[in-house]
């Protein structure tokens, strides 16, 4: 049996996470959870209670010391970073610091340090497991290609509410249509990513440093039904797909369990009357994405700068501060200032991030 520690635990992935732990009491037990703000206090008592798990943890200082502690009163085999954004990080270095397999979603984590964290994990032994659902399958596609057979990497986006949108309808967009998901049920940030492709820019970037690729060999290719969750072509050009329907607990149950594939509880995916269609995104309109693919050419400061940028942008627009389209713009007036020094430790990413955040910030406050 595993012991599971869930960071994020009252988000989408943890939610997730917990209720696979709760199908499979043979194979797994929730040792600890962890909430990331206060207000979701209350929210975790209940779920200690009705799980019986005594180590629970509520935080915002996001501390070394405080996540340190968590992890040895609950003693995990594999911990779930669901949480969001950058402070996903030093959760996700303290875990592999640990020796501990890491079930990860938090995707800022490999954006912000990714050469770092697998040089670590490399170091320590412990496994190092995509969650989302697009490197979930791409992980499972080159386990059994092999990576040195594969030539593209091809990464599917659901294009999001606004995939048939003008430049000029977009500038009418307001806060409650770019929440509305045509697919998936997630948190309002990457919500928001996902009607401006910026988490597919983000994603881009998570594919270049887990899997060691090139920007070129990189494709996003938008698939509103978002039954596919990523391919590989390998180099004799057959493409190869990982397909289910999409519900995150299928990548979730694929980390908990690997390297073992088990029999599972969840509804086996069935072809028929599903429809599959595919289109090239527009970056014209949703300019972000070009945006990820510059970053990976240029390194990682940019990709550093691009998270931070886009997470200080898309919280003003949820404030309702600015309008949609000067997300985007705060990203490129940030990615236009210099990044070309690529951090070679933990705390020079720290800096770097804390860097383009002040820059998007002060840009912000001189557009308001």
């Not at 070129?216 to 978002?226: G, L, N």
């Amino acid at each position: 049996m595993k012991k599971v520690l869930v960071l994020g635990s009252t988000g989408s992935i943890g939610t997730n996470a917990i209720k696979i732990a709760e199908n499979m009491p043979q194979d797994f037990q929730i040792c600890g959870l962890q909430a990331h703000s206060a207000s979701s206090k209350e929210k975790l008592k209940a779920l200690g209670s009705k799980y019986n798990c005594p180590t629970l943890l509520t935080c915002e200082d996001n501390s070394e010391a405080v996540f340190q502690k968590l992890i040895e009163q609950s003693k995990p085999d594999i911990v779930v970073n669901g949480i969001a954004g950058a402070s996903g990080l030093l959760p996700s270095k303290i875990v592999l610091e640990n020796k501990i397999d890491l079930a990860l979603a938090n995707k800022e984590t490999i954006v912000m340090a990714g050469p770092l964290i697998k040089a670590l994990s490399a170091k320590t032994g412990a496994k190092l497991l995509p969650v989302d659902s697009e490197h979930s399958a791409i992980f499972n596609l080159v386990n059994q290609c092999g990576r040195k057979n594969i030539a593209k990497i091809v990464i599917t986006a659901s294009g999001g509410p606004f995939r048939e949108y003008t430049a000029e309808q977009l500038k009418n967009v307001t806060l409650e249509q770019a929440l509305n998901h045509p697919t998936w049920k997630m948190g309002k940030k990457i919500t928001i990513d996902s009607s401006t492709l910026a988490n597919k820019g983000l994603e881009v970037i998570e594919a270049a440093y887990l899997f060691d690729a090139k920007a070129d060999e990189i494709q996003v290719v938008v698939h509103p039904q978002s039954l596919i969750h990523s391919l590989v072509q390998t180099k004799d050009g057959m493409l190869y797909a990982q397909i289910s329907d999409p519900d995150m607990k299928h990548p979730i149950f694929g980390a908990l369990t690997y390297p073992e594939n088990k029999e599972t509880y969840l509804e086996p995916f069935s072809l028929f009357d599903k429809t599959m269609t595919f289109f090239r995104p527009s970056t014209e309109v949703f300019p972000l994405l070009d945006y990820a693919f510059e970053c990976v050419r240029k390194g990682l400061g940019y990709t550093i700068a691009f998270n931070a940028a886009n997470e200080v942008a898309v919280g003003a627009f949820l404030e309702q501060k600015i309008g949609y389209l000067d997300i985007a713009k705060t990203v490129r007036a940030v990615l236009d200032k210099d990044f070309t020094h690529a951090p070679e430790t933990f705390d020079a990413v720290f800096e770097t991030d804390t860097k383009a955040r002040s820059l998007a910030k002060e840009l912000l406050k001189e557009s308001l």
